[in-house]
């Protein structure tokens, strides 16, 4: 049974770029989280996915987006980025409100 | 939003001593997760324990809901088992609220 997988691994984008991070849920689960760790401190909630909507948002703003597909997968777009974007970014998914699971994670550096 | 707090901020241990790591919450909660994150920056699941008190191998953790604090103990610390330690709760059902997490190093 494989966990949660993410990709990429690490990606580096230059300020006012956009990126697309991907997230593949564990088998069974059908919602989906993203977080934002920046480096020394705890994972911060950007938003939740399910049934294909954004179903509640942390304080994050409008240039963070995504989607989540029939597959129960999800993407997260930042458009615009700045250099404070740079962290390592987290999803994590579940199946109904149990237990969140988390993938390995992507570190975005921005330049 | 619930408020989250972990102590210490750092905990330096030689090999084979035993630790106890605390968390507080700020409201009532119906589930906890403790969790290990290791150096690659995974988040490793440890327990999720509302209540009451799990064990797993050298790992146990105890959740009080009613006084609103949780506590993860390490027995017989192993090098390996250094790292940042996080709790996490629900807030508003669905998102799970942080602590600034505890820093282990376990020295051999």
């Known amino acids: 049974d494989a966990g949660v997988t993410q990709s990429p691994t690490h990606l580096i984008k230059t300020r006012g770029q956009q990126v697309t991070l991907r997230c593949s849920p564990k088998s069974g689960h059908d919602t989906v989280s993203w977080y934002q760790q920046a480096l020394g401190q705890g994972p911060q909630f950007i938003f939740q996915y399910y049934e294909e909507e954004e179903r509640q948002r942390g304080n994050f703003p409008d240039r963070f987006s995504g989607h989540q597909f029939p597959n129960y997968s999800s993407e997260l777009n930042v458009n615009a980025l700045l250099l404070g974007d740079s962290a390592l970014y987290l999803c994590?998914?579940?199946?109904?409100?149990?237990?969140?699971?988390f993938g390995p994670g992507t570190r975005l550096t921005v330049t | 939003g619930i408020q989250v707090e972990q102590s210490p901020p750092d905990l330096i241990l030689q090999e084979g001593a035993n630790s106890t790591l605390r968390c507080n919450f700020s409201?009532?909660?119906?589930?906890l997760q403790w969790f290990h994150q290791n150096p690659w920056g995974q988040l490793i699941n440890l327990f999720y324990i509302p209540s009451g008190t799990k064990q797993n191998g050298r790992l146990s953790a105890t959740t009080v809901a009613t006084e609103r604090y949780s506590l993860l103990y390490i027995s017989s610390s192993q090098t390996t088992d250094s790292g940042v330690y996080f709790c996490?709760?629900?807030?508003?059902?669905?998102?799970?609220?942080f602590g600034a997490g505890t820093t282990v190093t376990v020295r051999a």
């Open positions: 409201d009532s909660v119906n589930n």
């Open positions: 994590a998914t579940q199946r109904g409100r149990y237990e969140q699971y």
């Open positions: 996490a709760v629900p807030s508003n059902d669905y998102k799970l609220s």
